[in-house]
């Protein structure tokens, strides 16, 4: 299957980029309680669809974009896009990089601390430990396991919506109507695509595999949907417990615990820990590969340990980040200004700037 043209092409970015936007707030349904379900049920539905459209949009022109350059690290994609502004995006990306592996770490010890009563830190050494290891491996082997991965999520979740619609149908059916007057969705939507699609740059090593104009057009748009999907699926069961659902750290364990299946309830914590491990392995590996394109530039191998030893850093730091604040605080206040962050050294650029390449570029391959 990972030999395949069509899979390398038209699936496997959408897949990368769901594997670091899955992660510790969007697998457990908190980011998707915190920007969408605060929002009232209809008003974050059309929020995500919102929020969909912009992730296309953005993903398509960023792969054309590098497909046209050949900048297949991020810096040097950020470089090509921003000229001497990128030290603005470096700046933004490695603040970005340890508030979202601080959530990641935060919800990995609060799934063990429920699995298993240990104390949240094992669940947060575990994390660590795995996320060095493919980090150590390098791009190979981790576009394998994300892609793995994010096929077993969407199996999972697609069970989660099934089984939550088969016992809480009547109330996903009449709460999903809920709209509030107050709703701030369109805002939410903007602001929610804005801080995912930020971090864009350290999957753009997924772009080598894209030959033509058409071919990054249309993975880009389709990477959008095929991340969104599993959220729907998730939002959907979420409704049914609309509103008590709010305050709960992880939405989608609460979820599984209503169920009452108590092997579903196993499997979904394991799949959910995957995730926080994708993410993470895939945010650092973008980072190791920005340090990758210097030994490049110089003509130099950068040394397999030294991926692992800045995965370990990077990770360790993030830890004290996440036990010093917890998960819910970190989304409902951390988040925000990295939103407008990435909105001002990423997105905005790519919509003009990026735009305004993409059609002088005449010589393009199409």
Not at 81 to 89: E, K, N, S, T
Not at 120 to 137: E, H, K, S, Y
Not at 296 to 323: C, N, Y
Not at 340 to 357: D, E, I, R
Request: with cysteine; charged share 10%; hydrophobic share 55%.
């Amino acid at each position: 299957m990972f030999s395949s043209r069509f899979f390398k092409t038209y699936l496997l970015p959408g897949f990368i980029f769901q594997s670091i936007t899955i992660g510790g707030g969007y697998g457990t349904g908190r980011e998707l309680v915190e920007f969408f379900l605060k929002e009232s049920p209809l008003g974050g539905l059309m929020g995500m669809i919102l929020a969909m459209a912009i992730w296309s949009v953005v993903l398509a022109i960023s792969f054309e974009l590098a497909r046209m350059s050949r900048t297949y690290d991020y810096r040097s994609f950020i470089r090509s896009l921003l000229g001497p502004g990128w030290l603005a995006y470096e700046a933004v990306y490695l603040i970005g990089l340890v508030l979202v592996i601080s959530v990641l770490g935060s919800a990995a010890g609060e799934l063990v601390r429920s699995m298993f009563g240990l104390a949240p830190i094992f669940g947060i050494v575990c994390m660590m430990l795995l996320v060095g290891l493919l980090a150590f491996f390098g791009s190979t082997l981790i576009e394998k396991v994300l892609s793995f991965w994010s096929i077993a999520l969407y199996l999972v979740f697609f069970f989660l919506i099934s089984a939550s619609l088969w016992v809480f149908g009547d109330d996903i059916l009449t709460n999903i109507r809920i709209y509030s007057t107050h709703s701030t969705w369109a805002m939410s939507g903007i602001r929610y695509a804005a801080y995912n699609i930020g971090i864009l740059p350290a999957m753009i090593f997924v772009v080598r595999h894209l030959n033509t104009r058409r071919e990054a057009l249309l993975s880009g748009t389709l990477a959008g949907a095929l991340t969104m999907i599993p959220g729907f699926f998730v939002y959907f069961a979420m409704t049914g417990s609309y509103p008590a659902i709010l305050n709960e750290p992880v939405p989608t364990d609460f979820l599984a615990l209503r169920l009452g299946i108590p092997a579903f309830t196993v499997i979904l914590r394991i799949i959910l820990f995957g995730t926080f491990i994708e993410t993470g392995v895939g945010l650092i590996h973008g980072f190791n590969e920005r340090i990758a394109g210097v030994y490049l530039e110089r003509q130099k191998t950068m040394p397999p340990a030294l991926r692992a030893g800045i995965a370990l850093v990077v990770l360790a730091i993030s830890v004290f980040v996440a036990d010093a604040i917890g998960i819910v605080a970190l989304i409902a206040r951390g988040y925000g200004a990295l939103t407008w962050g990435y909105m001002a050294c990423f997105v905005l650029p790519v919509l003009t700037v990026g735009s305004w390449k993409m059609w002088q570029n005449k010589a393009a391959k199409r």
